[in-house]
C-alpha cells in the first residue's frame, strides 16, 4: 500500500493554472550593478533620456551602462530623495527630506552652499512634489507649507498651511489645487486661499488628480473625490488593507497602484485590473520611459525595468520544478513541451502548466536532452537515463540512455549518446518495461537486457531522417550520413553539429553548426549557407526549429535570431540586444503561432512575434566629455572653443541613449574639416592624435539595430589655433629683421672697406713710394668696382626670399635663405680683389644652387676645367663671372618654355685665362624683344670690363666679347661670352677655414 501511494506521487502531475503569477521578462538592478542603494523612492528620465533614482542614501543617473552617484559629498543638500522634477531649463530639482533644494545643470549641482538665494528657499520639511508654473515659477510642496520662487529674478513666497498637504497641483488660470486630510484648498495669485471641507480619511498617503477627479489613496482603498463639485464619487476597496498604498499614477488610460505588495495597473473609470507585477515587492513609483518600457522603483530591490510588458516570463513560481530548461517541443495539438533537469518534463497549453517528474530523486544526472513527437502519434522524452514513450494514453519506458532517439519509416529505433545505436522493431518489445517498474530495487540491471547493437563509435546529440532514410548525425565531429544498407556513415560538414532538421515539404535538410553557421543541404550535398553572428561577431548556437511559415528560428549563447528565405536567398534577422535580450543564453527555441519560446537557465520566455518585429525609436546622442590633453572640458562645451596648437590628444566621448537596444547601438562619425566621409564604429569615444591649425566640427548619429538614427546628431565644434611661428606678423617680422640685417651687413662692410682704404691711403703716402700707391689704388678701385654690383645681387635674392613667402612656401624660403647666407658669408671672406680660381668656382656653384631652388627644373649646370690649370693657384678677380652666369640664368633659360644648360669652361691661352659662359637660352635679341633685360645689367658689364682693363693695361687681344649663336636653321640658339683673362699664379694656399 506504502509503494503503491508512493507510485502515485511519482507518476502524478503537478498543474498550475497560469493567471497572475507569471511576470514580464525583467532586468534588476541593485548596489551590484552600481545603483546607489536597494531602498529607491523615484525613478524619472529627463529630456536627454537619462534615466534618474531618489533613494535614501542620494542621487543615481543612469545611461543604460553606468550609474553615476551623488550625495551630500557632492553638494546634495541632503541624502534621501523622494522625487525629481526637471524644469523648462533643463534644471533637475530634488525633493529631499530636510526641504532645502538643490538642482543639477550641465553636469553640477547647486544648492545653498554654492547659492546664497536657496537659502531663503528652505520648507524645513519633507518635499513630496515639485512642479513649474507657466509664468517660470517653481513650487516646492512640502507638508506643512510650500514655497514659489523663480531663481532667475531671485524672487520666493512661502504659503503655510496649518492642516498639512497632501498633494498639489496647478490649475487654470494661474491656480494652484490642494487636498489635506480634511480640506480642499484652492489658492490664488495673489496669495488667497479658499478652504472646502471633505470627508475626513484617515491617513491618505497618495493622491492623483485626473482632470477634476483626484484620487486618494487609503489604506487599501482608492476614494475619488471631485474637485470641482467637492463630492466624493466613490470609495473602491481594492486591497486588504494591510497592503498600503505607497504610490499613485495615470498614464496611459491606465492608474498604476503601487503598493506593498506589487504595482497594479487598472483601467480608467471602470477600475478594471489590467495587470500586476512585482509582487512581493514595495513599488514606490514607476516611470513609462519614451521606448515603451517600464521603470519600477521598489524599497527591497532597487530598479526593475520591464522592456516590454508583452513578453511573460516563467519560473517555479508558475508551476516549473526547475527553472532551468533544457529543450522545448511543441505537439500536434500546439502545446508547448518543456525539458528540464531532474528528470522533469513540463506541458503548457497557453493556461495551465503541467509538471511531471519521471524518476526518482537518487538518481543523478537526470536531465531531459530532447523531447520528440513522431508520425505516429507517439511522444519521446529522452534523458540520460531513459525515455518515456507516450503512446495511446499509455506510458512506457524504454532503458535506453541517450542523448537523443528517433523511430525511423520502418519502426526501428536510433539512439546516440557515446556512440549511435540501433535497436531493431522486433526487439523494442524486450527494452521497453511498465513505468511501475522505475524506482524499484535492482532497475539498473534492466539497462543490460538486451543491449542495443552500437553502429558508431561518434558521440551523437542529435539524430534525423530524409527522404532517402539516411540517418543524420550532429556530433561533436561534424555532420554525418550513415547509410544503413552500407553500415557506415561518411562526414559532410567537418564542423561541431548541435541540431539538424529535415523539412520533407523542401527536400531539405538544416544543420546547425556550433560556431560556423546554418547549412542547407539537399540530396546529400550543401547547397547554401549563412553565417550566425550578432554585432559582436560570431555566436555559438545551440537549438534550432521551423515555424509554420517555414523560418528558422536559432537560439545561441549570444541572442535570438531567424532565418527566413530559400537556399541562395537566405536573410538573417537578428534580435540580439532587443529587449535587454543581450545577456541571455538560449539553451531552447520553439514557435507556436505567433508566439516565440525561449528556453533559458531562469525559465522560459514568451515573446509575441510582433513585439520582435517592433522598431525601437530614435536613440539620442550626448556628449559625456571632451578630452584635450588628457583633461576633460566637457561635457558643457561654449558653441566655439579655442585650443591651442600642441594640447594633443584630442579625445571626443559620446553615448547614445537606448535602455532596450543598449548593446545594438552604432555610431556613424566624421570629422568636417579633417576627413569628410563618414566612419562606423561602437566604441563610445574617438580620438585624434595631431590636427592642424583650423577650423573643425565633430558630428555623430546613434543608430540601433533597425537601422533608425537619432534625429540630430551630436556636433562639437572647435578651432585649433594657429602657433605663432605660423602667424603672418611672425614671417614678416623674420623677413624685415633679415632684410635689416642684410642691410645694416652691407652698410658695415661699406664702412669696414672705407675705413681700410683711408687708413692705406695714409700709409701709402708717409711710407710708400709712389708706385706702390698707384698699385694699392688699382686694386682698391677693382673692390669698389666688385662691391657696386653686390648690393644689385643682394636685391635679386631678398625678392626671390620675399616671393617665396608671398606664396606661404615657408620651407623653400629657408632653404634659400640658408644658402643665401653661404654665399655672402663667402663673399665676405674672399674679399681680396684677386682669389683662387677654385673659390671663384665655389661661388658660382653657390649661386647656381640658388637659381635651381628658384626656378626648379628649369636649370643645368655644366663645367670645365682645363687640366693644365691648378685652380687654387690660378688667381682672377673675385665675382667677376657672376654677372654673365646670371644673365645666362635670367635673360636665356628662364624664358626658354623647356629646360636649359648653362656651360661654363676655363683654358690655359699661354698667359692667358680664356674664360667661356655659354647658354642654350633664347638668344639676346629675343629677351630685348620681351623686354626682361634688367637695366643695371649693362652697368655689370662695364665694370666687369673696366676691372680687366685694370689687370692687362696694354694687352693686345679684347678683354671681353659677347656673340650671338644660331642653329643650322638660323634661329637664336643661345650667347656666349668670351673673357680674357691675364694668368696670375700663387703659390700659398688660403689658410682661412672653410663655411
Known sequence: MVYRTLLFF??????????????????????????????????????????WIGSDVGVSRFDGHTFTNYNTAQGLSDNEVFSLYEDRKGRIWCATLNGKPCFFQDGRLYSEKNMPFLKKCDLRGLVFRIFEKPNGELVYAAGSRFLEFNLDKNTYRFQEIPLGLTNLWQQPKGILGGLSATLAYEFSPDGQCRETPIPSLSAPVRTQRIGDTVLIGNLGQITLYDFNTRRTVSTLPLFDKHNEIIYLNHQNGLVWVGTRNGIFAYEYPSFRRSRQLLAGLSVSSMLLDREGGYWFSTLEKGLVYIPEPDILHYTKADGLLYDRIICLARDARQRLWIGSEGSTFAIYDGKTIRTRQILRESIKNKTIFNIRHVADGTSLVVGKVGTLMLRNDKEEYLYQRASDLNIDANGNIWSGLTGLYFIPKADIPHKIFPLEWLGTPGDEALYAIRRSRQVSDLRVEKIEFDA???????????????????????????????????????????????????????????????????????????????????????????????????????????????????????????????????????????????????????????????????????????????IDYGRQPLAIEFEGLSYRELQNIRYRYRLAGFDDSWHTTTNRAVEYAALRPGTYCFEVFAINSSGVSSLQPLRVRWQVLRPFWLKTWFWALVLGAAAAGVAAYVRARERAIRRKFEIERRLMESSRQNAELQHKNTKLRMLALRLQMNPHFIFNALNTVKGYYGQEKFVEANAFIGKFARLLRLNLDYSDALIPLEQEIELLNIYIQLSQTRFPGKIRFQLDIDPRLHPMDTRIPSMLLQPFVENAVIHGIVPKPEPGTVFLSFEKQDDALLVLVRDDGIGRAASASRQLRDPHKPLATQITLERLQLLRPGYPMPPLEIRDLYDAQGQAAGTEVRLHIPLQHHTEHDQRPSH
Open 10 to 51: 511519482l507518476m502524478a502531475w503537478l498543474v498550475c493554472r497560469v493567471g497572475w503569477a507569471q511576470q514580464p521578462f525583467s532586468k534588476n538592478y541593485q548596489v551590484k550593478e552600481g545603483l546607489l542603494s536597494n531602498y529607491t523612492y523615484f525613478v524619472f528620465q529627463d529630456s536627454k533620456g537619462y534615466i
Open 468 to 642: 532517402a532514410q539516411r540517418v543524420w548525425l550532429a556530433t561533436s565531429t561534424g555532420l554525418y550520413a550513415h547509410l544503413p544498407a552500407l553500415g557506415h556513415q561518411e562526414q559532410v560538414l567537418p564542423h561541431v553539429t548541435k541540431d539538424i532538421l529535415f523539412d520533407a515539404n523542401a527536400g531539405l535538410l538544416w544543420a546547425l553548426t556550433e560556431s560556423n553557421g546554418l547549412f542547407a543541404l539537399r540530396d546529400g550535398r550543401v547547397i547554401d549557407s549563412i553565417g550566425i553572428a550578432n554585432n559582436r561577431g560570431s555566436v555559438i548556437c545551440r537549438d534550432l526549429c521551423r515555424d509554420d511559415s517555414g523560418r528558422l528560428w536559432i537560439g545561441s549563447a549570444g541572442g535570438l535570431f531567424c532565418v527566413a528565405g530559400a537556399p541562395g536567398h537566405l536573410r538573417l534577422n537578428n534580435y540580439w540586444g532587443v529587449f535587454g535580450l543581450f545577456s541571455e543564453k538560449i539553451n531552447a527555441v520553439e514557435v507556436i503561432g505567433d508566439q516565440v519560446f525561449i528556453g533559458k537557465d531562469d525559465g522560459f520566455l514568451q515573446i509575441p512575434q510582433h513585439v520582435l518585429s517592433q522598431a525601437a525609436g530614435p536613440p539620442t546622442v550626448h556628449l559625456t566629455a571632451l578630452r584635450v590633453n588628457n583633461e576633460s572640458l566637457g561635457p558643457s562645451l561654449p558653441e566655439q572653443l579655442d
